[in-house]
């Protein structure tokens, strides 16, 4: 059989239009602008707006990448929305965005892995692919976090944002690397997703967590975290997944020219790339504008690096994240 390997063709992101900076945030919480910037690398982050929902941004984000991949949305055989924050208990907000985009064949279904629900969704999207069960996926990491937190508990609530970010895969056939590429570069040798791992610890649940549920209380509830345990624990996890992607494919550390992390915290960040040895320009950060969006920031990373150039063809990325269960996950892919 032919082997396939998913290839990224297309980016798009999308941020609701209102801005909350520390500073207004101090304004109605015990906070300051000195000790979120310091702890957590946070300068401001996006809120959707009233009647704004996951679905809309999810929408967003993904017309921008299916205009970016330059193809029909008819083309779609696969949807995935990695999201904690759905419209509604049910259907999935896949299906809501699949009837908005065009998209009439296949299936669409919402992932469940919190901060790690892209990463999540794009080894569901990458396996399906590779199975030839699919041909062009869209994934679509979306969030308005900004919807389950207590803005009473200081200890969270500066910490994330509300935002979208998506990615159109095509699956390609490995013998067709031999060949030129498009414009008879031969640019694409060796392109796409080489390989995803993910991992999960319910051992880990009550670490960081939503009070509240359909099946325990029937109302949404609020994010509760063991701050410190967390990040403990992702530190030490991000680095262990990194390392399994590298020996996967054979590769070195010092073979990553971006890293393209979960935007969770600053201070996280920094630890993974020292422990990776990556200089801090070489590494994507965005957290300081649009704070923690969950599944939503690794596309919303990798967009930014991508449209303003710093990513480019024949690039070695590594995408990583850990999130509540707790989830955790990489994925080393050739731009
Ligand atoms: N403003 C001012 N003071 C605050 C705030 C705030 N927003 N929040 C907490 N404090 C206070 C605490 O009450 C405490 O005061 P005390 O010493 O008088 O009791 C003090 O600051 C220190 O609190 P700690 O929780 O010990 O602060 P720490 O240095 O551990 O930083 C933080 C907290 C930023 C949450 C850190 O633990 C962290 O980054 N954890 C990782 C969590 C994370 O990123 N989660 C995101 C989801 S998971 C993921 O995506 C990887």
Same mark, same amino acid.
């Given at each position: &059989?032919k082997?396939?390997?998913?290839?990224?063709?297309?980016?798009?992101?999308?941020?609701?239009?209102?801005?909350? /900076?520390?500073?207004?945030?101090?304004?109605?919480?015990?906070?300051?602008?000195?000790?979120?910037?310091?702890?957590?690398?946070?300068?401001?982050?996006?809120?959707?707006?009233?009647g704004? %929902?996951? /679905?809309?941004?999810?929408?967003?984000?993904?017309q921008?990448?299916?205009?970016?991949?330059?193809?029909?949305?008819?083309?779609i055989?696969?949807?995935?929305?990695?999201?904690?924050?759905?419209?509604?208990?049910?259907?999935?907000?896949?299906?809501?965005?699949?009837?908005?985009?065009?998209?009439?064949?296949?299936?669409?279904?919402?992932?469940? =892995?919190?901060?790690?629900?892209?990463? #999540?969704?794009?080894?569901? =999207?990458?396996? %399906?692919?590779?199975?030839?069960?699919?041909?062009?996926?869209?994934?679509?990491?979306?969030?308005?976090?900004?919807?389950?937190?207590?803005?009473?508990?200081?200890?969270?609530?500066?910490? %994330?944002?509300?935002?979208?970010?998506?990615?159109?895969?095509?699956?390609?056939?490995?013998?067709?690397d031999?060949?030129?590429?498009?414009?008879? /570069?031969?640019?694409?040798?060796?392109?796409?997703?080489?390989?995803?791992?993910?991992?999960?610890?319910?051992?880990? #649940?009550?670490?960081?967590?939503?009070?509240?549920?359909?099946?325990?209380?029937?109302?949404?509830?609020?994010?509760?975290?063991?701050?410190?345990?967390? %990040?403990?624990?992702?530190?030490?996890?991000?680095?262990?997944?990194?390392?399994?992607?590298?020996?996967?494919?054979?590769?070195?550390?010092?073979?990553?020219?971006?890293?393209?992390?979960?935007?969770?915290?600053?201070?996280?960040?920094?630890?993974?790339?020292?422990?990776?040895? &990556?200089? =801090?320009?070489?590494?994507?950060?965005?957290?300081?504008?649009?704070?923690?969006?969950?599944?939503?920031?690794?596309?919303?990373?990798?967009?930014?690096?991508?449209?303003?150039?710093?990513?480019?063809?024949?690039?070695?990325?590594?995408?990583?994240a &850990?999130?509540?269960?707790?989830?955790?996950?990489?994925?080393?892919?050739?731009?």
């Amino acid at each position: &059989m032919k082997n396939i390997r998913s290839e990224i063709v297309g980016c798009g992101s999308y941020l609701p239009e209102r801005i909350v /900076s520390n500073e207004e945030l101090a304004k109605r919480i015990d906070t300051t602008d000195e000790w979120i910037t310091s702890r957590s690398g946070i300068r401001q982050r996006h809120i959707a707006a009233e009647g704004e %929902f996951t /679905s809309d941004l999810a929408l967003n984000a993904a017309q921008k990448a299916v205009q970016h991949a330059d193809i029909d949305p008819a083309e779609i055989d696969l949807l995935i929305v990695a999201t904690t924050t759905p419209d509604n208990t049910f259907p999935a907000t896949a299906t809501k965005v699949q009837s908005r985009i065009g998209m009439a064949n296949g299936a669409a279904f919402d992932v469940q =892995a919190v901060c790690s629900g892209f990463i #999540y969704g794009l080894a569901v =999207a990458d396996n %399906f692919i590779k199975c030839g069960q699919t041909k062009t996926a869209l994934v679509i990491g979306a969030e308005t976090f900004s919807r389950i937190l207590d803005w009473e508990d200081r200890t969270t609530c500066v910490l %994330f944002g509300d935002g979208a970010g998506a990615v159109v895969l095509k699956g390609r056939g490995e013998d067709d690397d031999e060949q030129p590429g498009g414009n008879g /570069s031969g640019h694409n040798i060796g392109r796409g997703i080489l390989s995803t791992h993910i991992h999960s610890d319910g051992n880990l #649940y009550g670490l960081l967590y939503v009070d509240g549920g359909p099946s325990t209380t029937q109302t949404v509830g609020h994010v509760r975290m063991n701050g410190r345990e967390v %990040f403990r624990h992702a530190v030490n996890n991000l680095a262990a997944v990194v390392d399994e992607a590298l020996d996967a494919n054979g590769l070195a550390r010092s073979d990553i020219d971006w890293l393209v992390p979960h935007q969770a915290n600053k201070r996280i960040i920094d630890s993974t790339a020292k422990k990776l040895d &990556m200089p =801090a320009e070489r590494v994507v950060l965005t957290v300081e504008t649009h704070a923690n969006t969950s599944a939503a920031s690794i596309p919303l990373a990798l967009d930014t690096a991508v449209k303003d150039g710093r990513v480019k063809r024949g690039d070695l990325l590594l995408l990583e994240a &850990m999130g509540g269960g707790l989830t955790w996950g990489a994925s080393l892919v050739r731009w």
